[in-house]
T-cell receptor, first 115, second 114 residues
Framework: EPEVTQTPSHQVTQMGQEVILRCVPISNHLYFYWYRQILGQKVEFLVSFYNNEISEKSEIFDDQFSVERPDGSNFTLKIRSTKLEDSAMYFC?????????????FGQGTRLTVV | AQSVTQPDIHITVSEGASLELRCNYSYGATPYLFWYVQSPGQGLQLLLKYFSGDTLVQGIKGFEAEFKRSQSSFNLRKPSVHWSDAAEYFCAVVRYSSASKIIFGSGTRLSIRP
């Protein structure tokens, strides 16, 4: 069964450093998303991406965040200068395959720890 | 604006007992509705979904959910829970007309009493 894969599973970084979280969405999907879940809290939408551009973003997704689909298969989330409060689980998702429907498939997540 | 409410933060049931997790949504039209499950430290697994048609939908692991338009609800049920069902359960909604963002409820943590 096709799945969304995320790497790394766990990333530890120092405050102020840049991190790139990587995702490989399901191959025939057209819509890509990043979500964040701070420990013990709800899953929050960050950004959606379609046709090589951001289609929607939340207030959380400020100038320190960026997304890119550099090579037609990977989908990355970059945090330019990490803060302690960026520590969270980050989930990538994709949807919108040729079969239709809006079911999103999620990766297993990357746990980001900022120290 | 769309929203999803899960009024129960934490529920404990005995193994073998029935389960119902509540979910209410706020949206002008009929949205796509989902239930996801998250085991500790794991990702989000889709349990079931409702797009249209039969309002009682069956999912994986013996779960089912019923869409009730009049109550704006999409409650998750299971007739007999197993210890392995202990997890966090999230109700979610997506706008019908586009593959837009999923709005998640705050989640219900399910504990199973032996």
């Amino acid at each position: 069964e096709p799945e969304v894969t995320q790497t790394p599973s766990h990333q530890v970084t120092q405050m102020g450093q840049e991190v790139i979280l990587r995702c490989v969405p399901i191959s025939n999907h057209l819509y890509f998303y990043w979500y964040r879940q701070i420990l013990g809290q709800k899953v929050e939408f960050l950004v959606s991406f379609y046709n090589n551009e951001i289609s929607e973003k939340s207030e959380i997704f400020d100038d320190q965040f960026s997304v890119e689909r550099p090579d037609g298969s990977n989908f990355t989330l970059k945090i330019r200068s990490t803060k302690l409060e960026d520590s969270a689980m980050y989930f990538c998702a994709s949807s919108g395959g040729t079969g239709g429907g809006n079911e999103a498939f999620f990766g297993q997540g990357t746990r980001l720890t900022v120290v | 604006a769309q929203s999803v409410t899960q009024p129960d933060i934490h529920i404990t049931v005995s193994e073998g007992a029935s389960l119902e997790l509540r979910c209410n949504y706020s949206y002008g039209a009929t949205p796509y509705l989902f239930w996801y499950v998250q085991s500790p430290g794991q990702g989000l697994q889709l349990l079931l979904k409702y797009f249209s048609g039969d309002t009682l939908v069956q999912g994986i692991k013996g779960f089912e959910a019923e869409f009730k338009r009049s109550q704006s609800s999409f409650n998750l049920r299971k007739p007999s829970v197993h210890w392995s069902d202990a997890a966090e359960y999230f109700c979610a909604v997506v706008r019908y007309s586009s593959a837009s963002k999923i709005i998640f409820g705050s989640g219900t943590r399910l504990s199973i009493r032996p």
